[in-house]
C-alpha cells in the first residue's frame, strides 16, 4: 500500500486545474491489501484548513460566478455550507459543486431544484458510457449499473440483467439493514431524496483508468484501490471482482447511507475513526445482508486473537484525535482495526450515549472546523471517560463477546499459499522450495458473471525469475490446475490479467504476445 490520497492543507492547491463543477473531491477509499492481511480498509478524506463557517438559510438559489477561465457560469442549487474561502452547493442530481468564495457574483433566492429521478439518473449514465458499453437497472432509489469493458455477446445479456438484480436487491437490503440499526439505536434519518448511483466496473483495467481521473492520481494508486464512495459526486465505484464477496460494496454502500439520509453531512469534519468504525461495524457477511455493528465481526476478530489484543502502535487517543493514522501506509491497518474495535464496544457497552455522540456529529456543518481539544472534549463530556480509559474495557468485554461467539468455519490454508481475488479471478498459488528452485502449482477460476474471459497467471520470484501461464477460453465459473512449472527463488509474488476471450487483446496473446513483467536483475 502507498501513497494515501491526500487533500491539501488549504483549498487554494484545489482549484488549479479545474473549473469548480469537475474537481474530484473528497473519497472514501478501501485499499485492497495492507500487508499481508487480507483487510479491506477505507478512507475517508476530508478538508483540512478551515477558515470558517458562515451560516447560510438552506435555500435553493441560483449562483453566478466565474470560473477559472474567467467565464460566467450560472447554477441552479441549494447552498449547503461554506468554510475554507470556498462555498458548497448542493445540485439536484445529488452531487456537490465547490466553488471559491471571491468567485462568486450573484445569488438569486428561487425554489429548491427537483431532485433528479432514479430512471433520468439510468439515462444519464448511459449517455455518458454508451449503450454499448453500460447496462443499467433501477431498484427504487438506487441506480445500480455496470461499465462494459466490450461489448456483450447476445447470449450475456441475461446474465447481465440476473447480476444487476442481484446487486440491486443486495443494496436496497443494506438500506433496510441501516434503517433496523438507526431504529434500534434511536437514531434520527430521513429517507434518501437523491439517486444512490453504484458504478460496476467489469475490468479492473477501466476501473483504474477512472479512478485515476476522479482522483487526480493523488493518493493511493487506483491499483491499490478496491472501491471507493465520493461524497462530492455521491457515487459509490466498485471493481466487478469485489462483487463476489461484496465486502467492498457493503462497506461503501454504509458510507453512502449516512450522509444520504442526514445521518451525517458530506464535508463535515467527521473523526474519521467514526465514519470507518460504522462502516466496518456493517462488513463481515459476504453477500448475505445480516450484519450490523452490535455483533462481532469475523475479520476483525481474526486479526485481533492472532495478534494477542489490539494493535499496540497506537491508543484510542491517537485514533480519536488523529485522522491521519488513517491515511499513512504504516499505520492505516492497525487504525481501522481499532476503529472497529471502538465502534464496537461504544455501540455495545454505551447504548445511551452513542445516540447522542451521533446526534452531536449530525451537527457538524460541511467545510466547518474542528480542533483536536474540541474533539476530545466533547468525545469525553458525552461517553464521561476519555478514549484511553474506555480502552481499557475492551479486552474483557471482547473476551466476554468471544465465548458466545461462533465464528464460521474457514478452509484449511497450506502454508506459502498465495490466494487472491482479482482481475475477475480466483487464483491460488502455491510453491514448495528446495532452497533454492521452487516448484509453483496454481489453480484459477473464472470469476465474471457474465462472459467468457482469457487470462494470464505470472508469478514472479524474488530472483527474478518468471513463469506465465496462457488459458485462452474459461467459461463461467470454471476452474483449472495450472501445470507446475520451475522458477529460481525462495519467495514469489502472483499477478493475474484478463480480457474477454473475443477481444483483440486475446487475439494478442494467442499469438504469443503475452504481457512482459519487469524482471530483476
Not at 445569488?107 to 447496462?135: A, H
Not at 478496491?226 to 464477496?245: I, K
Not at 481539544?373 to 468525545?379: D, G, N, Q, T, Y
Amino acid at each position: 500500500m502507498t501513497n494515501l490520497f491526500i487533500i491539501p492543507a488549504t483549498l487554494s492547491a484545489a482549484f488549479r486545474s479545474l473549473s469548480p463543477l469537475e474537481k474530484p473531491g473528497p473519497v472514501m477509499l478501501i485499499s485492497r491489501n495492507v500487508g499481508s492481511l487480507p483487510l479491506r480498509i477505507a478512507f475517508a478524506v476530508v478538508f483540512c484548513g478551515v477558515l470558517g463557517l458562515v451560516a447560510k438559510p438552506a435555500l435553493a438559489d441560483t449562483f453566478e460566478y466565474v470560473d477559472e477561465q474567467g467565464k460566467g457560469q450560472k447554477v441552479e442549487a441549494r447552498f449547503y455550507g461554506e468554510g475554507q474561502g470556498a462555498i458548497a452547493l448542493e445540485l439536484a442530481d445529488g452531487s456537490l459543486s465547490i466553488i471559491p468564495q471571491g468567485a462568486l457574483k450573484k445569488r438569486t433566492p428561487g425554489d429548491d431544484p427537483t431532485p433528479m429521478t432514479s430512471k433520468d439518473m439510468l439515462t444519464r449514465l448511459e449517455g455518458e458510457f454508451g449503450k454499448e458499453l453500460f447496462r443499467g437497472r433501477v431498484e427504487k432509489q438506487y441506480v445500480v449499473g455496470v461499465v462494459l469493458t466490450a461489448p456483450l455477446p447476445k447470449t450475456s445479456e441475461r446474465r447481465v440483467a440476473a447480476n444487476l438484480l442481484k446487486a440491486a436487491r443486495y443494496m436496497s437490503g443494506i438500506e433496510n439493514m441501516f434503517q433496523r440499526f438507526c431504529k434500534s439505536m434511536k437514531i434520527e434519518r430521513e429517507d434518501p431524496k437523491f439517486p444512490l448511483v453504484v458504478l460496476i466496473f467489469e475490468t479492473d483495467d477501466d476501473f483504474n483508468e477512472y479512478t485515476t481521473k476522479h482522483t487526480g492520481g493523488q493518493g493511493l494508486s487506483a491499483e491499490n484501490i478496491a472501491g471507493f464512495y465520493s461524497p462530492r459526486s455521491n457515487y459509490l465505484y466498485v471493481r466487478m471482482s469485489e462483487c463476489y464477496s461484496f465486502a467492498t460494496p457493503l462497506h461503501e454502500a454504509i458510507h453512502q447511507q449516512c450522509f444520504n439520509t442526514r445521518v451525517l453531512s458530506r464535508l463535515a469534519p467527521l473523526p474519521v475513526w467514526f465514519s470507518e468504525g460504522i462502516a466496518t461495524g456493517f462488513e463481515g457477511n459476504g453477500d448475505r445482508v445480516q450484519s450490523d455493528p452490535l455483533k462481532l465481526n469475523a475479520a476483525y476478530v481474526k486479526i485481533i486473537t492472532r495478534s494477542g489484543g489490539l494493535p499496540r502502535q497506537m491508543s484510542w487517543d491517537d485514533v480519536v484525535t488523529t485522522d491521519q493514522v488513517f491515511r499513512g501506509d504504516i499505520f492505516a491497518g492497525s487504525a481501522y482495526v481499532h476503529a472497529w474495535s471502538m465502534h464496537w464496544l461504544l455501540v455495545s457497552k454505551f447504548r445511551k450515549q452513542y445516540p447522542e455522540y451521533l446526534r452531536y456529529l449530525s451537527t457538524l456543518e460541511p467545510l466547518a472546523e474542528e480542533s483536536t481539544r474540541v474533539r476530545s472534549a466533547k468525545f469525553e463530556e458525552i461517553f464521561g471517560a476519555t478514549p484511553n480509559s474506555i480502552q481499557e474495557e475492551f479486552g474483557p468485554a471482547f473476551q466476554a463477546a468471544l465465548k458466545r461467539f461462533n465464528p464460521p468455519q474457514e478452509s484449511e490454508e497450506r502454508p506459502g499459499t498465495i490466494s487472491r481475488i482479482t482481475n475477475l479471478a480466483g487464483v491460488d498459488a502455491y510453491a514448495e522450495s528446495d532452497g533454492f528452485n521452487m516448484k509453483v502449482q496454481a489453480q484459477l477460476r473464472n470469476l465474471s458473471p457474465i462472459r467468457e474471459m482469457a487470462f494470464v497467471v505470472t508469478v514472479v520470484s524474488d530472483s527474478g525469475n518468471v513463469a506465465q501461464w496462457f488459458l485462452p477460453d474459461m467459461k463461467i465459473n470454471e476452474f483449472q490446475l495450472l501445470q507446475p512449472k520451475l522458477v529460481r527463488g525462495r519467495g514469489f509474488n502472483v499477478m493475474v490479467q484478463s480480457t474477454p476471450s473475443d477481444s483483440e487483446t486475446a487475439a494478442s496473446w494467442r499469438r504469443g504476445q503475452l504481457p512482459v513483467v519487469g524482471i530483476r536483475r
